[in-house]
């Protein structure tokens, strides 16, 4: 069975400083990531996948992460933060065998400071 | 805008009472989704369809059904409501299923709040 972990509930950081929300995966074969964001009274919103090739993704509003197998994460990174960027942020995963939907984080509480 | 379409936004109901969710997907999208967000659990996924048929069932309880229609609109079902069952429900829409080599991202609508008093 796939799941994923986000070992922190909430996530401060101070505007301007570099910001990590962190995700760990389970999968038995190689996943598929995905990072989606939920703002306040919003549906998620997707910000970045990762699928093969370049272990460092790029996505929407400067985000990017980073697959790293060996260590079976996918941690979203930013290397400034913004107010604007105070959300819930999912991570997702699902395996690439068979018809699987997403499996979904209990997601993370990012409050950027000003 | 996601295009996903969901009603109703909230709805307040009574312990063993039933209601009907609807959502429309994206427009040519043939997938719907359907997920569950409360504050213990996080998202959970319920069940999937694909052009009318189910593709698969998650964390979907029995009084709970869903279906898709041929013009591809879909209900969720929640019967004899409990308190528990007051949560963000959440639909999806992809153009194909998520399964084998689909890649894609999901489109979610803004969600129905039902509070179950």
């Known amino acids: 069975a796939q799941s994923v972990a986000q070992p922190e509930d909430q996530v401060n950081v101070a505007e301007g400083n570099p910001l990590t929300v962190k995700c760990t995966y389970s999968?038995?074969?190689?996943?598929?990531l995905f990072w989606y964001v939920q703002y306040p009274n919003r549906g998620l919103q997707f910000l970045l996948k990762?699928?093969?090739?370049?272990?460092l993704v790029k996505g929407s509003y400067g985000f990017e992460a980073e697959f790293n197998k060996s260590q079976t994460s996918f941690h979203l990174k930013k290397p400034s933060a913004l107010v604007s960027d105070s959300a819930l942020y999912f991570c997702?995963?699902?395996?690439?065998?068979?018809?699987?939907?997403?499996?979904f984080g209990k997601g993370t509480r990012l409050s950027v400071i000003a | 805008d996601s295009g996903v379409t969901q009603t109703p936004k909230h709805l307040i109901t009574a312990t063993g009472q039933r209601v009907t969710l609807r959502c429309s997907p994206r427009?040519?999208?043939?997938?719907v989704y359907w997920y569950q967000q409360s504050l213990d659990q996080g998202l959970q996924f319920l069940i999937q369809?694909?052009?009318?048929?189910?593709?698969a069932k998650g964390n979907i309880l029995e009084r709970f059904s869903a279906q898709q229609f041929p013009d591809l609109h879909s209900e969720l079902n929640l019967s004899s409501l409990e308190l528990g069952d007051s949560a963000l429900y959440f639909c999806?829409?992809?153009?194909?299923?998520?399964?084998?080599?689909?890649?894609?991202?999901?489109?979610f609508g803004e969600g129905s709040r039902l509070t179950v008093l």
């Open positions: 999806a829409s992809s153009v194909v299923p998520a399964g084998g080599s689909f890649t894609g991202e999901l489109f």
């Open positions: 999968v038995s074969g190689n996943p598929y």
């Open positions: 990762y699928i093969t090739g370049d272990n």
């Open positions: 997702a995963v699902r395996d690439r065998r068979g018809n699987t939907p997403l499996v």
């Open positions: 427009s040519g999208d043939l997938s």
């Open positions: 369809y694909y052009n009318g048929e189910e593709r």
